[in-house]
């Protein structure tokens, strides 16, 4: 079982049972309750182990995996159960004072981000100052791929194996290019996906990270390739002939006359609409070839998700970007709401869309989906337009709500048993249940967008 699914059991399990008393338990461990847990959950959060909001004195699955880290940083069997040796350990050990955690802010973290970033760790688009979830994620990362324990701290053991990534990091010796190489081919390269829009970070850095490789992962999957990420001869050849190939005079001269809408016909139109349909936008039972209001409603929702000028038109450049589209990812619902478990408490901001930060109701739906690999609307609205209506809701569905005006002005993710996940004003991040009374009168619908 994933870590995900532990978490998710976890807090599903919670909302239905008590957790047992253990004031006559010799040790502590997974169901138990009591206030000596919440010391030992407050002193796991000084070590930096427990990265929950705050300490709560349940001793649930994320108690149990800070404790299995503490366990393997000291050297103990990591059993997830707090014994008299692991109490004693947990006594002893000074707080690290010096390490960066989350809840650090200020110039360190800025720095450290910025390193985790060079390395390919550190996906956020911007350098916040903040240690937040994304950055603990980030190092837990970096500390795996590293042989170092994965505490999500940046302790000193950790800003130093940085610190020699930093210096030692070499473009590799053969001809294939990979994660950690550094050079001028990395260059080359990243101008190339970039080109052909697999590379989208908006700086040509000269390493291959994460991020190069995803890019590379995508072309290769897109041109029939072996999926490895890694660029050998017949990667190069196919990407030098794909540039070439756009580079071409004619082709760029033919497809710049698309222009597609409503009451056009033929095999352009059913081309987009197929595409539309693959990807969750168009749905009509089949491509029809005439292009009609279905369509243009179905291309201003992808143009809308693409960040494009919304016309419902569709002209040369969403041509390109809509036949460049992969096709939708079907989503883990499982993962989706795991996901969903661990930001449970996470702030509401207006606008928010990432842990950093916080959450609105959308932009909690929106990172969700994105972490799935899936795209939806930001709004609710969209959201509401974009989707598939459904009698009765299942995991994963949205749920909508009509809050502060006669249309869908509230959203959530369905979990199952009558409750939904979702980021409220007044709450933040927190589990609802569609019985209650405010949710029942406002209840407008459920719908699937995937």
């Known amino acids: 079982m994933k870590p995900n699914h532990v978490v998710f059991a976890a807090v599903m399990a919670s909302s239905f049972f008590l957790a047992p008393d253990d004031s006559q338990a010799a040790e502590w461990k997974k169901g138990m309750s009591s206030p000596e847990i919440k010391q030992i959950q407050?002193?796991?959060?000084?070590?930096?182990f427990f990265t929950y909001s705050k300490a709560t004195g349940y001793f649930g699955?994320?108690?149990?995996?800070?404790?299995?880290?503490?366990?393997?940083?000291?050297?103990?069997?990591?059993?997830?159960?707090?014994?008299?040796?692991?109490?004693?350990?947990l006594k002893s050990a000074p707080a690290s004072n010096d390490a960066l955690a989350v809840g650090s802010r200020g110039v360190a973290?800025?720095?450290?981000?910025?390193?985790?970033?060079?390395?390919?760790?550190?996906?956020?688009?911007?350098?916040?100052?903040?240690?937040?979830?994304?950055?603990?994620?980030?190092?837990?990362?970096?500390?795996?791929?590293?042989?170092l324990p994965e505490t999500g701290r940046a302790d000193r053991a950790t800003m130093e194996r940085l610190k020699q990534k930093e210096t030692s990091q070499t473009a590799p010796s053969s001809d294939v290019l990979t994660v950690g190489a550094r050079s001028d081919q990395v260059r080359e390269l990243q101008q190339q996906l970039k080109q052909l829009g697999y590379f989208t970070y908006p700086d040509i850095t000269g390493y291959y990270g994460v991020l190069t490789a995803d890019a590379v992962r995508r072309f290769q999957r897109d041109n029939g390739l072996p999926v490895t990420g890694a660029v050998d001869n017949q990667t190069a050849a196919r990407l030098a002939n794909a540039v070439k190939?756009?580079?071409?005079?004619?082709?760029?001269?033919?497809?710049?006359?698309?222009?597609?809408?409503?009451?056009?016909?033929?095999?352009?139109?059913?081309?987009?609409?197929?595409?539309l349909k693959e990807l969750g936008y168009f749905t009509h039972p089949e491509a029809t070839g005439y292009y009609g209001t279905a369509t243009a409603d179905a291309v201003r929702r992808f143009q809308q998700a693409a960040k494009l000028p919304a016309t419902g038109v569709v002209d040369s450049e969403t041509y390109e970007?809509?036949?460049?589209?992969?096709?939708?990812?079907?989503?883990?619902?499982?993962?989706?709401?795991?996901?969903?478990?661990?930001?449970?408490?996470?702030?509401?901001?207006?606008?928010?869309?990432?842990?950093e930060e916080g959450f609105d109701c959308s932009g909690f739906i929106f990172y969700l989906f994105q972490q799935q690999g899936v795209t939806v609307p930001r709004t609710?609205?969209?959201?509401?337009?974009?989707?598939?209506?459904?009698?009765?809701?299942?995991?994963?569905?949205i749920v909508f709500f009509a809050t502060t005006v006669s249309g869908p002005s509230h959203a959530g993710i369905y979990i199952g048993n009558g409750q939904f996940v979702h980021s409220g004003a007044s709450t933040g991040v927190t589990i609802s249940r569609?019985?209650?009374?405010?949710?029942?009168?406002?209840?407008?619908?459920?719908?699937?967008?995937?």
């Open 321 to 355: 970007r809509l036949i460049g589209q992969a096709p939708a990812v079907k989503v883990d619902v499982i993962e989706l709401v795991a996901d969903a478990a661990e930001l449970l408490g996470a702030p509401y901001v207006w606008g928010g869309d990432a842990p």
């Open 380 to 397: 609710v609205a969209l959201m509401w337009n974009a989707g598939t209506a459904v009698s009765a809701p299942e995991v994963g569905d």
């Open 245 to 275: 190939a756009k580079a071409t005079p004619p082709a760029a001269t033919e497809r710049s006359t698309i222009r597609l809408s409503i009451g056009a016909r033929g095999d352009d139109v059913k081309r987009i609409q197929t595409k």
């Open 61 to 89: 699955a994320i108690t149990e995996e800070a404790v299995k880290a503490f366990q393997r940083a000291m050297n103990l069997p990591a059993t997830g159960i707090v014994d008299d040796a692991t109490y004693a350990k």
């Open 42 to 48: 407050q002193r796991l959060k000084e070590q930096g």
């Open 434 to 450: 569609l019985d209650q009374s405010y949710w029942k009168q406002r209840y407008l619908g459920a719908k699937r967008l995937f």
């Open 109 to 147: 973290v800025s720095d450290l981000q910025r390193r985790l970033k060079q390395l390919g760790y550190f996906r956020y688009p911007q350098i916040t100052g903040y240690y937040g979830a994304v950055t603990a994620d980030a190092v837990r990362q970096f500390q795996r791929a590293n042989g």
